[in-house]
Every structure is written in C-alpha cells, then in structure tokens.
C-alpha cells in the first residue's frame, strides 16, 4: 500500500506570488501514476494534473506539475483569487489509489 | 460531454446499509473503471473502490469487509453498498470515472450521507 504526504498543511500566500506543493510517496511509483486536484467548498474535486504533468483539458499554464519516483510537486505561479483551495494528490499506480491529506492555499 | 448524476439515501441509522448509484452520460461506459470516493466533514479524500463493467473490482482494505460494488452495464450505472454503517461513514461520497492505472477526471456531484441515531 502507498501512502502520500503532502507538505505543507497550509500555505498562507497573496493573490500574485507563487506556490510550491509537496507530495511524497512512500514508495516509487512504477510509471507517472500521480494525479493533482483542486477542490474549493461544497464543490467537488477537479482534476488539475494527470501523469505528474501533463494539465488537464481547460487547466491554465500557471500550473505545473514534475517530479519522479517518491516526490512530486505541484507549481502554481501567480496566485489568482479562484485558485485558493485545498489541493490534493493521488496515486493511481496500485490498489488502494490513495490520496494526500490535503494542502490548503489560503490567502494571507 | 461526460456527466454523472448519483443519487441514495441521505440519512440512515447505525448498522443500516449505504446504498449509492451513479448513472454515466455520455462517453463509454465499457473503457474505464468506475471509482467511489468519499470525504468526512471537514476532511480529506478516501478512496473506497473501484469496478470495471465486467464486474471486477478493487477496494479499500479497510472497508473491504463491509463494501461491494456493481455495475448494470445496459444502463451505464454502477453501485455502492456499504454495510453497518456508523458515524464514522457520514461525509460526502463521490462517484467518478476512472480507475485502475487511470485517473478520476469527471465526478459526480457528491452524495452527502449522515449516520445517526
């Protein structure tokens, strides 16, 4: 079973700057199994990033994600106001497909 | 244009049965698996299980002896049952395609269940 850490909990930052999220495996994942959503109150996820880093359909380039093995991370340059929410990764590489805790970007 | 309604009983007592179904529209129904996914109050996301229309499936070890899923591939609908439910499986289930080495991208609307006496 693969369990993810995300860091931090919170980041609390301004409309403008950047982010940087951690996700991290607690084994490698044998190919780019790894899925990043964004989820704001009463809403449900949606999908951001699939395959470490390929956006998915309507995603703007503001989001990045990289990473390989046990460490990936999700970029977001310049915080626009609809972007503060929580954030988690998945693994899809083996059953259970577990997800992180959860980040929350939160504006300072 | 892919959408998933679901739809289930929202209030039950302790040691009742969660019943869940989600109806797909649009895209196919045969080339993914189909997932459940559910959060408590104020948490985060738990990954409960996965089914392919020819019935296989994949769960959450730790609910696995209360959980089973179906599917009735003639209505692109599949099912979630969890069994003796209590407090702790209050929260918001979600059914979304994908699965297996795929990931969830279209999700349902999310089912808010409450266990209580």
Same mark, same amino acid.
């Given at each position: 079973?693969?369990?993810?850490?995300?860091?931090?909990?919170? !980041?609390? !930052?301004?409309?403008?700057?950047?982010?940087?999220?951690?996700?991290?495996?607690?084994?490698?994942?044998?190919?780019?199994? !790894?899925?990043?959503?964004?989820?704001?109150?009463?809403?449900?996820?949606?999908? !951001?990033?699939?395959?470490?880093?390929?956006?998915?359909?309507?995603?703007?380039?503001?989001?990045?994600?990289?990473?390989?093995?046990?460490?990936?991370?999700?970029?977001?340059?310049?915080?626009?106001?609809?972007?503060?929410?929580?954030?988690?990764?998945?693994?899809?590489?083996?059953?259970?497909?577990?997800?992180?805790?959860?980040?929350?970007?939160?504006?300072? | 244009?892919?959408?998933?309604?679901?739809?289930?009983?929202?209030? =039950?007592?302790?040691?009742?049965? =969660?019943?869940?179904?989600?109806?797909?529209?649009? @895209?196919?129904?045969?080339?993914?698996?189909?997932?459940?996914?559910?959060?408590?109050?104020?948490? @985060?996301?738990?990954?409960?299980?996965?089914?392919?229309?020819?019935?296989?499936?994949?769960?959450?070890?730790?609910?696995?002896?209360?959980?089973?899923?179906?599917?009735?591939?003639?209505?692109?609908?599949?099912?979630?049952? =969890?069994?003796?439910?209590?407090?702790?499986?209050?929260?918001?289930?979600?059914?979304?395609?994908? @699965?297996?080495?795929?990931?969830?991208?279209?999700?349902?609307?999310?089912?808010?269940?409450?266990?209580?006496?």
């Amino acid at each position: 079973e693969i369990v993810l850490t995300q860091s931090p909990g919170t !980041l609390s !930052l301004s409309p403008g700057e950047g982010a940087t999220l951690s996700c991290r495996a607690s084994q490698s994942l044998s190919g780019r199994y !790894l899925a990043w959503y964004q989820q704001k109150p009463g809403q449900a996820p949606r999908l !951001l990033i699939y395959d470490i880093s390929s956006r998915a359909t309507g995603i703007p380039d503001r989001f990045r994600g990289s990473g390989s093995g046990t460490d990936f991370t999700l970029s977001i340059t310049r915080l626009e106001p609809e972007d503060f929410a929580v954030y988690y990764c998945q693994q899809y590489d083996i059953s259970p497909r577990a997800f992180g805790q959860g980040t929350k970007v939160e504006i300072k | 244009q892919v959408h998933l309604q679901q739809w289930g009983a929202g209030l =039950l007592k302790p040691s009742e049965t =969660l019943s869940l179904t989600c109806a797909v529209y649009g @895209g196919s129904f045969t080339d993914f698996y189909w997932s459940w996914i559910r959060q408590p109050p104020g948490k @985060g996301l738990e990954w409960i299980g996965e089914i392919l229309h020819t019935g296989d499936t994949n769960y959450n070890p730790s609910l696995k002896s209360r959980v089973s899923m179906s599917v009735e591939t003639s209505k692109h609908q599949f099912s979630l049952r =969890l069994t003796s439910v209590t407090a702790a499986d209050t929260g918001v289930y979600y059914c979304a395609r994908g @699965g297996g080495k795929t990931f969830p991208d279209y999700w349902g609307q999310g089912a808010l269940v409450t266990v209580s006496s």
